[in-house]
C-alpha cells in the first residue's frame, strides 16, 4: 500500500556472521555505533546521511559458499497509496 525508495548507502562481502542484521537497538548511540559499523564495510563510500530515526533496508546473499554480499540501503521517500475506489 506504499510505494517506497531507498538510497544504498553500504554494500560488502562478509564472511558468514548475523550483526548486521540487528534491528532493535536500546538508544540511539547504539544505532549509531550499528550504522558505522556496517558503513565502514562498505567498499564504496556513498556519502549518505543516516538520520537517528532511520529506516533501514538489508539485503543479504550468498556470494560463494563462505562469502555473503550485502547490501544496506536508507528509507528517504514514502508515498502512501490511495487504494480507493
Known sequence: TAN????IFSLYNIKPTE???Q?????VQEFRSFVDMITKRSINDFKVE?????KI?????CYSSNTRHVVHAV?????IQNNTK
Open 4 to 7: 517506497m525508495k531507498f538510497k
Open 19 to 21: 550483526d548486521y542484521l
Open 23 to 27: 534491528t532493535e537497538f536500546d538508544s
Open 50 to 54: 543516516i538520520p537517528d530515526d532511520a
Open 57 to 61: 533496508l538489508t539485503l543479504s546473499t
Open 75 to 79: 528509507l528517504v521517500e514514502e508515498k
